[in-house]
């Protein structure tokens, strides 16, 4: 191939809505249950940041794998959060609640393959209180949700090549 070709057959991303100015009503409703899930609930912010992370790379939303990356780091080294994916396999990182939500996100975010168990629901009964655990499945609803937008529109970046 020519340079010429080489320059035709490079991949430009495809321009995407920009869903919120699209539906500024949905984007309210949207982001009225990130501030009662970030603001209004007795769940830490660095346990709120893991579970938003976890459940942006399950689904592949690079915007929010970016954000909440950055939001984790203010709070948890590097050397950890390098680690998220793979939790499971480093226990001794991770205290038994962290590991608990890990796992419940994981569960809810996948719960068409896995119909959110028996097993897992009693995991997680054991470490959060009521309360606890149905905001942290809001945690994880809201979460799911954004990346359900994010991805689709490609919401942009910040990190940079």
């Not at 660095?46 to 992370?53: A, S």
């Not at 793979?86 to 991770?94: M, S």
């Not at 809201?142 to 994010?150: E, I, T, Y």
């Amino acid at each position: 191939m020519t340079g010429a070709d080489d320059e035709e057959n490079i991949m430009t991303p495809m321009d995407r809505l920009n869903w919120s100015e699209i539906a500024p009503e949905g984007a309210k409703a949207l982001f009225g249950i990130h501030h009662y899930v970030t603001k209004k609930t007795d769940l830490s912010e660095e346990l709120i940041h893991l579970v938003f992370l976890r459940v942006s790379q399950i689904n592949g939303c690079a915007h929010c794998i970016d954000m909440h990356t950055r939001d984790l780091l203010k709070t948890m080294p590097i050397d950890k959060v390098a680690l998220v994916p793979v939790w499971a396999e480093v226990p001794h990182l991770f205290p038994d609640q962290y590991r608990a939500a890990l796992a419940w996100a994981e569960e809810v975010t996948n719960v068409s393959t896995t119909h959110a168990s028996d097993d897992s629901y009693a995991a997680a009964a054991a470490v959060f209180a009521p309360k606890d655990l149905v905001d942290l499945t809001l945690v994880i609803a809201a979460m799911n949700a954004f990346n359900r937008l994010g991805a689709p529109f490609r919401l942009p970046v910040v990190a940079k090549p």
